[in-house]
């Protein structure tokens, strides 16, 4: 347990959208709980896609099947999971749908017949970093899918048979090129980018309403960084000038160092989307070794994912500096190294947040191995809501918010109390108990579930308490909770953002309580 803590609050905070995590301290007034935080976990069936056709095999040399960035979406029109990946290390975007997210099919095209390519290949260039999103406002249908990506002149080590797919004159030796799609497979010409280098993606921030591009940066004494550039159109933003750009994240003193490595910890890649009432960020962090060995002894360099969080997509804290997935480190494992998210970040299925992510092995039959060889897709599973939670152990403790004010009317709580139970009670602004909303009066919740109606036995809602600013003060009792909310449907929709999407959603916010 930790002591009692406050933090001042200078106005009352509003909690309508979203469920509220305890990811942060900002709505926590006293707390006498200890908290937590949680990492994801490899599912069963992991890898859950890997390299099977003669595209992914790539004649044996670095072969690949993996979202290099590109993006992993339910899509709710056709209510299927939807991924783009790199099919042979820096060749083909291609495309695969799920029912279930677990098993795929890939889907013969026209776009390179005989393949399931959504863009033909590109003499004498290659690709690299990819992001694909789905975009459930787009004003014009012909771009409800979006993307940015990475082109570089090289051949590879592959034979191309494909024709040519020209390039936007004076591209550059490598270039950011985006695009537009109304299903995700016929894709529109490129329109070139500003200066960024490779890993450069983008993502949509729905609390700013703008488009971001997380640009790749080397920084003196820092190495890898990120930049970011904002936009309010995803097309006409692209082309962004150098005065555009502003200074964004790196790593710091406090990112750990490898052990065995001993390589300084750099940002390698920045992804994020709306989840719920923040930004996730998923943090790609490098800790080695240098390029020259990597390359020079085939094997892929270490990148573990790490999570952070932002309430307005620009500032984020990562309070928890252990890797939330990492890689195994372990020769001949399929997640060796070099973990990459797919864009989108995460999707909620059910209970639980999935993870899609590219891992490297290593391993490459043509060539024995390579830093970039055997690429297949991970994913990893979490709780819902379940970065991080409040406990009280074995024992008792409260928790006190802020004030805050809301304009639904139904209580709702993510909490495990089967070992013990959970009670809720209501505040005024001056901490004193509102009438009929004693922890006494509150029904006892002693169930696991992550959702769960919180009512009081003279009061089924708060509708007596909208437009007031109240304070929660939550007593746990061998319990743990991860979030709660008030709703303005007896469903429990938070109204929240909800990642990439997932069944029984309608768009990119929960309006259905699923």
């Given at each position: 347990m930790v002591s009692s803590r406050s933090f001042a609050a200078s106005s009352p905070i509003p909690i309508d959208v979203g469920r509220q995590l305890f990811v942060d301290d900002y709505l926590i007034d006293e707390s006498t709980l200890l908290k937590t935080f949680h990492k994801a976990t490899f599912h069963p069936n992991s890898p859950v896609l890997k390299p099977e056709t003669p595209l992914e095999l790539n004649n044996g040399v670095m072969p690949a099947a993996a979202p290099f960035g590109d993006g992993v979406w339910y899509d709710p029109k056709d209510k299927l999971f939807k991924i783009w990946y790199i099919g042979g290390y820096d060749d083909g975007f291609c495309y695969a749908t799920s029912e279930d997210g677990i098993r795929w099919n890939r889907p013969n095209l026209d776009v390179v017949p005989g393949t399931n390519r959504v863009m033909a290949p590109i003499r004498n260039y290659m690709r690299n970093g990819a992001s694909v999103w789905l975009d459930h406002h787009a004003k014009d249908p012909s771009e409800r899918f979006k993307m940015f990506a990475y082109i570089q002149r090289g051949t590879g080590s592959w034979p191309r048979k494909q024709p040519d797919e020209p390039l936007p004159k004076g591209g550059r030796m490598a270039s950011g090129y985006v695009y537009t799609s109304p299903d995700g497979i016929h894709w529109s010409k490129p329109t070139m980018t500003g200066g960024c280098g490779d890993n450069t993606s983008m993502f949509y921030n729905p609390f700013r309403k703008k488009w971001v591009f997380s640009i790749r940066k080397g920084r003196n004494g820092i190495g890898r960084a990120r930049n970011f550039v904002?936009?309010?159109?995803?097309?006409?933003?692209?082309?962004?000038?150098?005065?555009?750009?502003?200074?964004?994240?790196?790593?710091?003193?406090?990112?750990?160092?490898?052990?065995?490595?001993?390589?300084?910890?750099?940002?390698?890649?920045?992804?994020?989307?709306?989840?719920?009432?923040?930004?996730?960020?998923?943090?790609?962090?490098?800790?080695?070794?240098?390029?020259?060995?990597?390359?020079?002894?085939?094997?892929?360099?270490?990148?573990?994912?790490?999570?952070?969080?932002?309430?307005?997509?620009?500032?984020?804290?990562?309070?928890?500096?252990?890797?939330?997935?990492?890689?195994?480190?372990?020769?001949?494992?399929?997640?060796?190294?070099?973990?990459?998210?797919?864009?989108?970040?995460?999707?909620?299925?059910?209970?639980?947040?999935?993870?899609?992510?590219?891992?490297?092995?290593?391993?490459?039959?043509?060539?024995?191995?390579?830093?970039?060889?055997?690429?297949?897709?991970?994913?990893?599973?979490?709780?819902?809501?379940?970065?991080?939670?409040?406990?009280?152990?074995?024992?008792?403790?409260?928790?006190?918010?802020?004030?805050?004010?809301?304009?639904?009317?139904?209580?709702?709580?993510?909490?495990?109390?089967?070992?013990?139970?959970?009670?809720?009670?209501?505040?005024?602004?001056?901490?004193?108990?509102?009438?009929?909303?004693?922890?006494?009066?509150?029904?006892?919740?002693?169930?696991?579930k992550t959702k769960i109606a919180v009512t009081w036995k003279g009061a089924s809602d708060l509708q007596s308490l909208i437009g007031r600013v109240v304070k929660f003060r939550f007593h746990l009792a061998g319990t743990d909770l991860y979030s709660f909310w008030v709703s303005p449907d007896e469903n429990g929709a938070s109204h929240g953002y909800v990642g990439a999407g997932g069944p029984g959603f309608t768009g990119d916010t929960d309006t259905t309580g699923a």
């Open positions: 904002e936009a309010d159109d995803f097309v006409k933003g692209a082309a962004w000038k150098p005065e555009d750009v502003n200074m964004w994240l790196s790593c710091d003193k406090r990112d750990r160092m490898d052990p065995v490595l001993k390589h300084r910890a750099e940002l390698y890649k920045v992804d994020c989307v709306g989840y719920e009432s923040r930004m996730l960020g998923v943090f790609s962090v490098y800790l080695g070794p240098p390029n020259d060995i990597a390359y020079g002894q085939g094997f892929p360099k270490t990148n573990d994912l790490h999570a952070g969080f932002s309430r307005d997509g620009i500032d984020f804290e990562r309070p928890d500096r252990s890797a939330f997935i990492a890689c195994s480190r372990t020769p001949n494992t399929w997640n060796r190294g070099y973990l990459h998210p797919a864009n989108g970040c995460c999707l909620v299925v059910g209970d639980q947040l999935r993870f899609y992510f590219a891992a490297f092995s290593g391993v490459s039959p043509a060539q024995g191995g390579g830093a970039f060889a055997g690429a297949s897709t991970g994913m990893a599973t979490l709780r819902r809501d379940g970065f991080a939670s409040v406990g009280s152990g074995s024992g008792i403790g409260t928790l006190t918010t802020h004030g805050l004010t809301f304009k639904g009317k139904y209580m709702f709580v993510n909490a495990d109390a089967r070992s013990g139970e959970l009670r809720v009670e209501a505040l005024d602004e001056g901490g004193r108990l509102l009438p009929g909303f004693s922890a006494a009066d509150c029904v006892p919740i002693k169930t696991d």
